[in-house]
């Protein structure tokens, strides 16, 4: 009923077509997909996805979240996913409002923000859950200032803010309060994410990344499992492969460079890879397939 009253509210003052349509709030947006799609292979940086309209699934290693309508994915970290839209039709497209999270914002709310008895559990990076009113009040609000050009201007900053500040109250938003504390597992996962998405080329050394954060081994490789749904390994190897898909599907490169330009050094040993995790060989993407390739960073 929340989602609806969102659709029949506010959607129907924006134009929206199938694809991204930015809202000029920040860099909100809203999807729409007309169809279920096949499997897609994306990359998520930290966002809220609020599901208006349809279904969608989504996983990342041993995490996966079933999101139907009215309810809200946040992302915490970036996070190589699969994702595929599972209720969709050109009468009931498919309709979501993305909004990439500021965690410059959120810092500057975390001295405000009350301690809550679950933020000590850990927890993944990845969560859906049925958003709360005040959630998808503040998302309607901004929905309907994108039409409103007198005072988009001066509310939509406020807006977004209250969206941010009702993140981070929300029953949702323990892991991203974890995530601001100075020394929590978590932190150093993003910092070790972010060394691994920076040198997807160069050999993973666990050691090193665990020395950084000040971990034993043993200890970082289980709080990054835990937060991501993956080994170290497994995650260095799922950014490969979809920034390999990018290239690929681009076509400036050889599929054997490719291959090497991500940090393989065997072009067999790629393609077997690619397809386990596409189900398609770089071959077919190549030359155009049924799927979509969506290496990008909103849901």
Same mark, same amino acid.
């Given at each position: 009923?929340q989602?609806e009253?969102?659709?029949?509210?506010?959607?129907?003052l924006?134009?929206?077509?199938?694809g991204v349509?930015?809202l000029?709030l $920040?860099?909100?947006?809203?999807?729409?997909?007309s169809?279920?799609s096949?499997?897609?292979?994306?990359?998520?940086?930290p966002?809220?996805?609020?599901i208006?309209?349809?279904?969608k699934?989504?996983s990342a290693?041993t995490m996966?979240?079933?999101? =139907?309508?009215?309810n809200?994915?946040i992302?915490?970290?970036?996070?190589?996913?699969?994702?595929?839209?599972?209720?969709?039709? =050109?009468d009931?497209?498919?309709?979501?409002?993305v909004?990439p999270?500021?965690?410059?914002?959120l810092?500057?709310?975390?001295?405000?923000?009350?301690?809550?008895p679950?933020?000590d559990?850990d927890?993944?990076?990845?969560?859906s859950? =049925?958003?709360?009113?005040?959630?998808?009040d503040?998302v309607?609000r901004?929905?309907?200032?994108?039409?409103?050009?007198a005072?988009?201007?001066?509310?939509?900053?406020?807006?977004?803010?209250?969206?941010?500040?009702?993140?981070?109250?929300?029953?949702?938003?323990?892991i991203l309060?974890?995530?601001?504390?100075?020394e929590d597992?978590?932190k150093h996962?993003?910092?070790?994410?972010?060394?691994?998405?920076?040198?997807?080329d160069? =050999?993973?050394?666990?050691s090193?990344l665990?020395?950084h954060a $000040?971990?034993?081994?043993?200890?970082?490789?289980?709080?990054?499992?835990?937060?991501?749904?993956?080994t170290? $390994?497994?995650y260095?190897?799922?950014?490969?492969l979809?920034?390999?898909?990018?290239?690929?599907i681009? $076509?400036?490169d050889?599929?054997?460079?490719?291959?090497?330009?991500?940090?393989?050094?065997?072009?067999a040993?790629f393609?077997?890879?690619?397809?386990?995790?596409?189900?398609?060989?770089?071959?077919?993407?190549?030359?155009?397939?049924r799927?979509t390739?969506?290496v990008a960073?909103?849901?």
């Amino acid at each position: 009923m929340q989602s609806e009253s969102i659709r029949a509210r506010d959607l129907a003052l924006v134009d929206i077509r199938d694809g991204v349509t930015q809202l000029g709030l $920040g860099e909100a947006v809203l999807l729409r997909r007309s169809l279920p799609s096949d499997i897609e292979g994306t990359i998520y940086r930290p966002l809220l996805c609020l599901i208006l309209q349809g279904a969608k699934e989504v996983s990342a290693g041993t995490m996966s979240v079933h999101c =139907p309508a009215g309810n809200a994915i946040i992302v915490s970290h970036d996070l190589p996913v699969l994702s595929r839209i599972t209720e969709a039709s =050109p009468d009931a497209p498919y309709t979501a409002f993305v909004l990439p999270i500021d965690l410059g914002l959120l810092r500057r709310f975390f001295d405000l923000v009350p301690d809550f008895p679950d933020d000590d559990e850990d927890l993944g990076a990845l969560t859906s859950q =049925p958003a709360e009113p005040e959630l998808i009040d503040a998302v309607a609000r901004l929905i309907a200032l994108s039409r409103d050009d007198a005072a988009a201007p001066l509310l939509g900053p406020i807006v977004l803010r209250e969206i941010h500040a009702r993140l981070l109250l929300s029953a949702q938003g323990a892991i991203l309060r974890r995530f601001l504390r100075r020394e929590d597992p978590s932190k150093h996962v993003a910092r070790a994410t972010a060394s691994i998405r920076a040198s997807i080329d160069e =050999p993973l050394s666990v050691s090193a990344l665990a020395e950084h954060a $000040g971990m034993s081994k043993s200890s970082f490789h289980a709080h990054f499992k835990a937060v991501t749904g993956l080994t170290p $390994g497994q995650y260095q190897k799922d950014i490969r492969l979809l920034e390999a898909r990018r290239l690929i599907i681009e $076509g400036k490169d050889t599929i054997s460079a490719v291959a090497f330009d991500v940090g393989y050094e065997s072009p067999a040993h790629f393609s077997r890879d690619y397809a386990r995790k596409f189900g398609r060989s770089p071959r077919e993407d190549r030359t155009g397939g049924r799927q979509t390739v969506a290496v990008a960073e909103t849901a």
